[in-house]
């Protein structure tokens, strides 16, 4: 307790990290004010127990407006959340694969990262173009009509679109400005703080039920705890995964002075991609909704609306399977290693440097990403045995899936960065042995 008195006050007493900090938390802030304001033109009495709230209670949609922080189901300016932002940057990083442009704009450093960005605005609007009318429609379909102050014309509908559209793209800013100015990772902090927002009214759903309808009562209750904290403690380890191999570097000759081998290591993670994997593929499934208006019982909504189904669980898994080794493919350039080793006289015993090493770097990181996706799909879809042993929908999403990487790998991020802060300013870091390790160690 001692120590982690002394550690809040350190980080304190640096000027930058405390301005940092509270500018990050005034931006969070501000973003979950901006959740309870809802769409003008309706009504907020309406929304007390409406067809949108029981809507959104389970299933996919409840997973959705886990990630808005509640918004969603509060008909609120930032009902669609950070999400089509998320959207956006997959179609352009797979453009990125495709495309000889977005490939140049890739290799330009700074300047390319700004036209990457401008473009991922761009295809943000187009994608909530489509997704706020479907919002809208939906909310035509589940609240009754006296919900509309205005009724439900044209201009009410052109007016919210406009006012969705700007809501995520302020969300968007407010992520960049926290990424810029704040302790950075702006947009998953925004999305793990609507997930903790969540967490207090998923607990007290669960509790009732045990209580209730459910049945246990408080030994059960301490089970699924305890559950919870094995399977939170495992995504933990899971998230710090790392796998290293030896190299061994060639004598070198530095100025005058020869000095003699010496063995170091190239650390390769298991999940090289962190949390990133979920996110893309949970953006993937959730875009059928678009098509079939948020209605989850029809079409394709009932394939992919149901998130505990045998099928949506398969393809969710499969994709995450395969955004592990996509997002690890872009991340880590076997080829650049390479040809840093060549430059700086390394090598790997047995392997020639250059091309051959490359190739042998990306066979390493083909094999350890199997068993690393394998884990990050069984994490994926573990709400679904917490939902057969009979835990309550909402609270059985922080029983693995994204909400629980994204709050475990988004926590550890941060702390991390804080702990890069008091290092670097030569004060102890937050914990007693060792450096915090992190997606980036």
């Not at 919900?147 to 969705?164: D, E, I, P, R």
């Not at 933990?236 to 100025?255: H, M, S």
Request: glycine share 10%.
């Amino acid at each position: 307790m001692k120590k982690l008195i002394d550690t809040i006050r350190n980080i304190f007493k640096i000027e930058e990290l405390r301005n940092r900090i509270l500018y990050t938390l005034g931006l969070l802030l501000i973003y979950r004010l901006g959740s309870f304001v809802v769409l003008p033109g309706l009504n907020p009495e309406a929304l007390t127990g409406s067809g949108l709230q029981k809507q959104t209670s389970d299933g996919i949609l409840g997973l959705l407006d886990i990630f808005s922080g509640g918004a969603f189901s509060n008909a609120s300016i930032f009902a669609l959340g950070i999400m089509p932002y998320i959207s956006a940057s997959i179609v352009i990083q797979l453009l990125g694969i495709a495309i000889p442009y977005f490939q140049k704009l890739q290799k330009e450093g700074e300047s390319g990262r700004r036209k990457i960005n401008q473009w991922t605005r761009y295809l943000t609007i187009g994608i909530l173009l489509l997704q706020a009318p479907a919002y809208l429609a939906n909310l035509n379909y589940q609240l009754p009509q006296s919900a509309f102050v205005l009724g439900n014309s044209f201009l009410f509908t052109f007016s919210a679109t406009m006012v969705l559209i700007a809501g995520t793209m302020f969300v968007m800013w407010l992520g960049e400005k926290i990424t810029d100015k704040g302790i950075g990772n702006g947009v998953s902090l925004i999305i793990m703080i609507g997930i903790i927002a969540r967490l207090p009214h998923a607990f007290l759903a669960e509790l009732n039920a045990r209580f209730t309808t459910a049945g246990g009562g408080f030994v059960m209750l301490i089970v699924e705890l305890v559950l919870l904290f094995l399977v939170f403690a495992g995504t933990i380890a899971l998230v710090q995964a790392v796998r290293k191999i030896p190299v061994q570097y060639a004598k070198r000759i530095v100025g005058n002075k020869q000095y003699g081998g010496v063995r170091q290591y190239i650390p390769l993670k298991i999940n090289a991609a962190g949390v990133m994997p979920i996110i893309f593929a949970q953006a993937i499934m959730m875009l059928p909704l678009i098509f079939t208006k948020f209605e989850a019982t029809q079409g394709l909504g009932a394939i992919f609306g149901n998130i505990y189904g045998f099928w949506y669980n398969l393809v969710f898994g499969l994709l995450v399977m395969a955004f592990t080794y996509f997002y690890t493919a872009i991340t880590i350039n076997t080829n650049q290693m390479a040809d840093d080793m060549k430059r700086n006289g390394g090598f790997i015993p047995g392997i020639k440097p250059g091309k051959q090493t490359a190739n042998y770097l990306d066979t390493i990181m083909t094999r350890i990403t199997l068993p690393g996706s394998i884990c990050l799909a069984i994490v994926a879809i573990l709400p679904v045995f917490a939902r057969m042993i009979g835990v309550d929908g909402q609270f059985a999403l922080f029983y693995g899936g994204t909400s629980l990487l994204i709050l475990v790998g988004v926590v550890l991020d941060t702390l991390q960065q804080i702990e890069s802060h008091l290092l670097l300013r030569h004060y102890d870091g937050l914990m007693k042995s060792g450096r915090m390790k992190g997606r980036m160690n």
